[in-house]
C-alpha cells in the first residue's frame, strides 16, 4: 500500500515554461512534506518542504502548495532550466516526532532547451 | 565543510557473501537512516537509529543488519539472505525538527 504516489514518472518542459510536478498521500497523519531533487548516482538534495500548517511555501523559483482536504502536493518550477533536468521525490512525514520519511516513486523532469 | 561520506560508491558481491556498506557523518546528527532505490522506485527504508546502541527495521529489513556504535557510523551488512541485493544504497542523518535529512552520494551494489 503506497502512502505517498507520483502518478506521473516523466514530465517534458520547454526551457522558461512552468514545471508542475504532483504528490497525492494517504495518511492523514502527515503533517510535513518535502521536495527532493535527485541526479543520476548522487544522494537526494533538499529542494524546499511545506509544514500542514501552511498551503503554500516559496523558495526562489520554487513553490510547494499544499492542499490538505485533497490530500495533495505539488511542486511549481518557474522558470525552468534546463539544469532542473532531474528525478523529483516528494517525501512526507508524521505525526510530529516520527522522523521518518515516505517516499514516492519519483517524476523525472526534462526540462528542453 | 559537514556532510556524510558513503564508501565504496561501487561494490560488487559474489554470492553467498555478505558485504558491508559504510555511511559516515560529520554533522553531529543523533538519527542515521539506510534506504535502498530501486529503478523506478522511490527510496524504501531498510534500517534507522535514532540514538547510539539502539535501531530500529525499516520496511524492507529482511536480508540486512546494521549497528550503530558510534553516533557518527552506521555501517549497512547486506547478508547472503538478501536474495536480490543488485540496488543503490543511500544512508542520510537528520539532526532537529526544522532540518530536512541530509542524504550521502551512495553505493551502488552488482552481483557478480
Known amino acids: 500500500d503506497q502512502q505517498v504516489k507520483q502518478n506521473s514518472p516523466s514530465l517534458s518542459v520547454q526551457e522558461g515554461r512552468i514545471s508542475i510536478l504532483n504528490c497525492d498521500y494517504t495518511n492523514s497523519m502527515f503533517d510535513y512534506f518535502l521536495w527532493y531533487k535527485k541526479y543520476p548516482a548522487e544522494g537526494p538534495t533538499f529542494l524546499i518542504s511545506?509544514?500542514?500548517?501552511?498551503d503554500k511555501n516559496e523558495d526562489g523559483r520554487f513553490t510547494v502548495f499544499l492542499n490538505k482536504s485533497a490530500k495533495h502536493l505539488s511542486l511549481h518550477i518557474v522558470p525552468s532550466q534546463p539544469g532542473d533536468s532531474a528525478v523529483y521525490f516528494c517525501a512526507a512525514s508524521g505525526p510530529t516526532g516520527t522522523y521518518k520519511y515516505i517516499f514516492g516513486t519519483g517524476t523525472r523532469l526534462k526540462v528542453l532547451a | 565543510d559537514g556532510g556524510i561520506t558513503q564508501s565504496p560508491k561501487y561494490l560488487f558481491r559474489k554470492e553467498g557473501q555478505n558485504v558491508t556498506l559504510s555511511c559516515e557523518q560529520n554533522l553531529n546528527h543523533d538519527a542515521m537512516y539506510w534506504y535502498r532505490q530501486d529503478p523506478g522506485q522511490g527510496l524504501r527504508l531498510i534500517y534507522y537509529s535514532h540514538i547510539v546502541n539502539d535501531f530500529q527495521k525499516g520496511d524492507i529489513a529482511e536480508g540486512y543488519s546494521v549497528s550503530r556504535e558510534k553516533k557518527e557510523s552506521f555501517p549497512l551488512t547486506v547478508t547472503s539472505a538478501q536474495k536480490n541485493p543488485t540496488a543503490f544504497y543511500l544512508c542520510a542523518s537528520y539532526g532537529r525538527g526544522d532540518q530536512p535529512q541530509h542524504f550521502g552520494d551512495g553505493t551502488r551494489l552488482s552481483i557478480l
Open positions: 511545506i509544514s500542514s500548517i501552511k
